[in-house]
């Protein structure tokens, strides 16, 4: 099984693309790379090694002038285009067959006015990237938990992390953004410009035009942080997320845990007699004084007797790598989310049942704790609604061998089915799996604001030129 699965494609890419490729030749300033040219492959790769696409003209933008240029050319052309941020998604919405990828990587500035706590920051950035600059004045946006994911498609798309609780999700953090649209015009969204469009881009994702930079407001944060990661024995694992629910149930805002089955790594960062052993991990931090953070965890590593423990006080930095090793480039991963009305005792036995027979160990089920910050904003201030909700479910199918595609999309497909009735409805747009469902996924996981969405989409998009995303139709 692979994301991509069009067969017999007919013309070679070079033959298709080549009247592309004539008109970006001379109006793009940053590197056009072409099928057959070198590094063509490994500028079509993404993170996810089940996707295998073979666009026309990558396009690495030195700026928003070959952003413009790229979009102008497509719509010339009737061509499809993709944005790549930090090439993460999930589904690999950020190549596209045939068509013009707006490769945004080499843009990764970010400036901070620490002052106005104000940050901004290109389109091609990581996690990583800011986390490093904002730090230096201690501070910080809410991003997400993997330091190497991109910015730009985290934030469009909402962006839960370590910070959420405190300081609401990415999207909630955005004050402004320059945006090319399909037009090729040059705007800025913000609550006074186009406020429509800033609407929609705080969750809505890629589909309303090509976001250049981002405008954030950073919040003050460590630089040391308590960080809690424990990992405890799986055999009593339904007493482990019992316990977590009323820990979750009780914690001030400053405080996140994030829940998941495991099987401890064969790495020899982990304890030796702990390795391959199933767990429940707990992942978490809290950004207020480091010492009532280590209080505040204490019965979360007490929860049972720890096979690794790794908790402590640390660099806000250190806390946001810390699961990097874990998402290599290239492995396999279908992933899906759904939203929970709460953690019920039925609940809980589906995960860990689930658990127990993913056919891949390296494979988790997370259980995000929401609340705080990202609920105190209103379900329509914002495209991603559902603020009320204490839980996320997360379902990660992780994997090597090519040969276990199927039985591992199957097992991911069948405990989100399974967990359908703990779910109030929603989904988060950012673990979409393939997309395969197409716009009832897209309904679904905006709810009552998809109608909304699909209004700004016409103003700005009527033609749908971006569609190489979790889908928004235009309205008609
Ligand atoms: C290892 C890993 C960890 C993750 N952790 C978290 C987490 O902690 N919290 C969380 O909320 N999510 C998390 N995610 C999900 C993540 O938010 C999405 O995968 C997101 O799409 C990644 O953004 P990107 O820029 O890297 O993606 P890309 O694949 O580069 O882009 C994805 C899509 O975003 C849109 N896009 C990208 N750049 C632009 C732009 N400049 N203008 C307009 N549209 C654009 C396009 O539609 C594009 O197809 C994680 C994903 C991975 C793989």
Known sequence: MSIDESGDRGATPGERGAPLVDSLEGRVAGRLIRPGDAGYDEARAVWNGLVDRY?????????????????????????????????????????????????????????????ARRVRVQAGATLADVDRETQLFGLAVPLGVVSDTGV??????????????????????LRSADVVTADGDVLTASAEEHPDLFWALRGGGGNFGVVTSFEFEAYPVGPEVMACFVVHPAENAPELFRKYRAFCADAPDEVGLLAFTMWVPDDEAFPEDARGKPGVGFLGSSIGPTDEGAEAFEPVRAFDTPLVDFSGVMPFTELQQMLDEDYPDGRRYYWKSLYLSGLTDEAIETIVAAAETAPSKLSTVDVWQLG???????????????????????????????????????????LWAEMQPYSPGGLYINFPGFGEEGDDLVRAAYGDNYERLADVKARYDPENLFRSNQNVEPST
């Open 372 to 414: 705080g910050a990202i609920s105190r904003v209103d379900d329509d201030a914002t495209a991603i609604g559902w603020r009320d909700v204490p839980h996320m479910l997360g379902i990660e199918a992780n994997w090597d061998d090519p040969a276990d595609d199927e039985a591992n999309v199957e097992w991911a497909r069948t």
């Open 55 to 115: 666009p026309a003209a990558i396009v690495r933008c030195t700026g928003t002038a070959d952003v413009v240029a790229c979009v102008d050319v497509a719509r010339e052309h009737g061509a499809p285009i993709s944005v790549r941020g930090g090439g993460h998604n999930v589904a690999g919405t950020a190549v596209c067959d045939d068509g013009i990828v707006v490769d945004c990587s080499e843009l990764r500035g970010v400036w901070i006015d620490p002052d």
């Open 152 to 173: 730009a498609g985290l934030t469009l798309g909402g962006g839960f992390g370590h910070l959420s609780r405190s300081y609401g999700l990415s999207c909630d953090a």
